[in-house]
């Protein structure tokens, strides 16, 4: 059994609550837009395994440290990770195939910075955006997410409310 955090869009933005609400997870994903390659630091210092990936605002030390696809499996789930991935009907060019050829049970992007849960019946797996973490951007509320993985099974999915972005 894993407790795993998510979170994606941070955009530089370090939140001391990350840590507070990830303090005990076994591992911490970050579907991109991560900004300053800090944040994944802090991240690693809260938690021994952090997986990341890049996004459409990431540069420089972010970019050679974090891939555009991450593709794992953990407690027996396939994990299919990616920025900009769109959703189940409506996936990013190039998507829907991937997703057939890696045959994942979970699927994490962030980019919209719009909290989503969806399950696609066709691919069979289920779609998750944990909105945005950061101020930036269009967002009513900065969220985070945690689960469980236990066995082939995905669990006790929590959404974490931040508060609301200050426009």
């Given at each position: ?37 800090s ?46 991935g ?76 931040l ?5």
């Amino acid at each position: 059994m894993k407790k795993i955090g998510i979170l994606s869009d941070t955009h530089s933005c370090w939140d001391d609550r990350f840590a507070i609400h990830f303090k005990d997870c076994d591992e911490i994903w970050h579907a991109g837009d991560v900004g300053d390659i800090s944040v994944i630091a802090r991240l690693e210092g809260v938690c021994p395994v952090v997986r990341a990936v890049r996004g459409n605002i990431d540069h420089g030390p972010v970019v050679k440290r974090c891939p555009e696809i991450e593709s794992f499996e953990t407690e027996g789930v396939k994990v299919w990770m990616t920025h900009i991935g769109g959703y189940p009907g409506r996936y990013a060019p190039g998507v829907r195939r991937m997703l057939i050829e890696a045959r994942p049970q979970l699927m994490v992007a962030g980019h919209s910075h719009i909290l989503k849960v969806q399950y696609d019946k066709e691919l069979s797996l289920l779609h998750i955006n944990p909105g945005a973490a950061g101020y930036h951007g269009w967002q009513r509320e900065r969220t985070l997410m945690r689960l469980i993985l236990d066995e082939g099974n995905i669990r006790d999915l929590e959404v974490i409310e931040l508060g609301k972005l200050k426009i």
